[in-house]
């Protein structure tokens, strides 16, 4: 069965530095999305990307966060400058559209 | 208000216990759908029920949209049932903002 798949699965950054994480949603979906969960927390939706574009986010998702989908597979979230309230489990997931969403298996991201 | 509420918050279940787990969703979430997050983290998609019934082993659902409820059913849980099971639907004409419930933390003892 065609799934999403995230790296890295566990990050460890310093306060201040820049993390990428990665992930290959699903081949033939249209949208892609990124959500994190807070520890014990529900998941948030941060973003959403359709036709080369974000198309919706919400308002975690400041100018310190970024989303590219550099080739026609991968699909980047970038943080430019980590701070300790970053610490979560990062979820990158995608859909046809409007359906069902299937969610990579997470990278937690923990600032020290 | 956007509202997705889950009930109960936890459960604690014998092993071969059934269970009804609840989600109540305000007017403005729409295509609900069913999520297992297993002990190591991992959102596995259950069920995705706008409307209507679905089965699949011993799970099934139930949503009912007009008046805003849908219910997870487990039969006959195992100790791998074990997690928290979340409750989400889209919000208003979204493509992608999900909103989640709370989720219920489902524990099945042996």
Redesign the interface.
Known sequence: EPEVTQTPSHQVTQMGQEVILRCVPISNHLYFYWYRQILGQKVEFLVSFYNNEISEKSEIFDDQFSVERPDGSNFTLKIRSTKLEDSAMYFCASTLGGNTIYFGEGSWLTVV | GIQVEQSPPDLILQEGANSTLRCNFSDSVN?L?W?HQNP??????LF?IPSGTKQNGRLSATTVATERYSLLYISSSQTTDSGVY?C?G?YGG??????????TKLSVKP
């Open positions: 295509n759908q999520f190591w983290g991992q959102l596995i998609n995705y979340f989400a889209y979204s493509q992608g903002n999900l909103i989640f419930g709370k989720g």
